[in-house]
Each structure stands twice: as C-alpha cells, then as structure tokens.
C-alpha cells in the first residue's frame, strides 16, 4: 500500500476516504479489503449505521481493528475471497491497494462476484510530474508514491484510462469517479493533474 495522502485535522476523514464514505448507503453490507487501522470501517459503522468487515494482513494493523471494535479477518489477499459468498455485501471497498496486487484482474472479478458495487482507489501513473521524472531518466518518486523503485510494493500502477480499459475488458459499469491532488479534489484534467483517483463500479 502506498503511502496516505496528507493527514487532515484529528478525528477527521481524508477526503478520499470521506467520498468513499459517501458512496456507501447507511445499514448496508460492506468488506473492507486492506482495511488497515479499520479508520473507514468505523466510521462507516459510528456515522451510517453500516454493518462492515476487514480484511487485513498486518500484524499491528488487525490490532489495530480490535481496538476500534472493527470485524476483522486476517488473510492475504492474494489467496482471494473464497471464503465469501455471492452478493454478499452490498460494497466492497479496495482503498490504495490495487496496486501491489499481483494478480489485478483476478480481485477485481472477485469484488464484482462478493458484492452488488465495487469501490477502488489507486495512484494515478498519469500524473505529470511523474512523466516529467521519467524524462530526466528516473522512476517518479512523489508524495503519493514514496518508493524508490527497488523497494516499492507498487507493482502494477496505471493511468485513469489503463483502468477505465480494463474496466470495461471485466464487463464491469463505472457510474462514479472521483479524483484528488492529495486532499483537493481535481475536476479540471484530472488525468493530469490528480495523484489518486477512485472509482465506483457494479458488474455488467
């Protein structure tokens, strides 16, 4: 996972998380996949009423969940997610992780398979200081991708259209975008100018 975008006050939201937030209707179903500290699923459960559950791998971040009362599997994401059923979450959220999934087609079908909507937030590739970096013959390094190239766990990055192609390859129907410059949101070229972007899909 990559590094966060910049830290609003205490006890806030980021706003990517505050827009995901917002896409999920109250007392809904909703996984969690890389949930981290379980910051979006508590808040989803103390301000929408929404009934949630993580996925997360780190040691310290499952422990985190526990603390904040959050439902919370540990297992690797790469074994995919078998153990749930069909349509069984209403969303299913996959936040600043597709990246350094090694198998991207695989989780997205599988997000379409466990629930009726699919949100995904990933850095944007696009972005022109990244191309700028490119040009002077080095891999970009920027705030929302801080790894030099031989220790990052980005392994997969992609540009707003490269997903928007394999989107529509999956058969799955985006219906809401959203863009952001680290906590701005970006209306005006976003291919462009945005460092994270976020999508919201169903199947077919």
């Not at 949100?119 to 970009?140: A, D, E, T």
């Given at each position: 996972m990559t590094a966060a975008?910049?830290?609003p006050a205490s006890g806030a939201l980021r706003n990517d998380l505050a827009r995901i937030a917002?896409?999920?209707q109250p007392a809904s179903r909703v996984l969690d996949l890389g949930c981290g500290d379980g910051e979006l699923l508590a808040h989803l459960r103390d301000e929408r009423q929404v009934n949630g559950a993580g996925v997360e791998i780190n040691d310290q971040s499952v422990i985190a969940c526990v603390r904040r009362g959050v439902n919370v599997i540990q297992q690797n994401l790469?074994?995919?997610l078998a153990l749930f059923d069909a349509q069984q979450f209403d969303t299913v959220v996959l936040s600043q992780t597709l990246q350094s999934m090694h198998h991207t087609e695989h989780i997205l079908r599988e997000m379409a398979r466990v629930a009726q909507y699919g949100v995904v937030s990933f850095p944007n590739f696009g972005y022109w200081?990244?191309?700028w970096q490119i040009l002077r013959g080095r891999m970009p390094v920027t705030g929302q991708m801080p790894y030099a190239?031989?220790?990052t766990p980005n392994i997969h990055l992609c540009t707003l259209r490269d997903f928007e192609s394999l989107a529509q390859k999956l058969g799955l129907r985006i219906f809401e975008?959203?863009?952001f410059n680290h906590e701005r949101e970006v209306r005006l070229l976003p291919s462009w100018r945005s460092t994270l972007a976020l999508y919201?899909?169903?199947?077919?």
């Amino acid at each position: 996972m990559t590094a966060a975008a910049s830290t609003p006050a205490s006890g806030a939201l980021r706003n990517d998380l505050a827009r995901i937030a917002s896409w999920i209707q109250p007392a809904s179903r909703v996984l969690d996949l890389g949930c981290g500290d379980g910051e979006l699923l508590a808040h989803l459960r103390d301000e929408r009423q929404v009934n949630g559950a993580g996925v997360e791998i780190n040691d310290q971040s499952v422990i985190a969940c526990v603390r904040r009362g959050v439902n919370v599997i540990q297992q690797n994401l790469e074994e995919g997610l078998a153990l749930f059923d069909a349509q069984q979450f209403d969303t299913v959220v996959l936040s600043q992780t597709l990246q350094s999934m090694h198998h991207t087609e695989h989780i997205l079908r599988e997000m379409a398979r466990v629930a009726q909507y699919g949100v995904v937030s990933f850095p944007n590739f696009g972005y022109w200081p990244h191309g700028w970096q490119i040009l002077r013959g080095r891999m970009p390094v920027t705030g929302q991708m801080p790894y030099a190239w031989y220790n990052t766990p980005n392994i997969h990055l992609c540009t707003l259209r490269d997903f928007e192609s394999l989107a529509q390859k999956l058969g799955l129907r985006i219906f809401e975008r959203a863009t952001f410059n680290h906590e701005r949101e970006v209306r005006l070229l976003p291919s462009w100018r945005s460092t994270l972007a976020l999508y919201r899909f169903t199947a077919g």
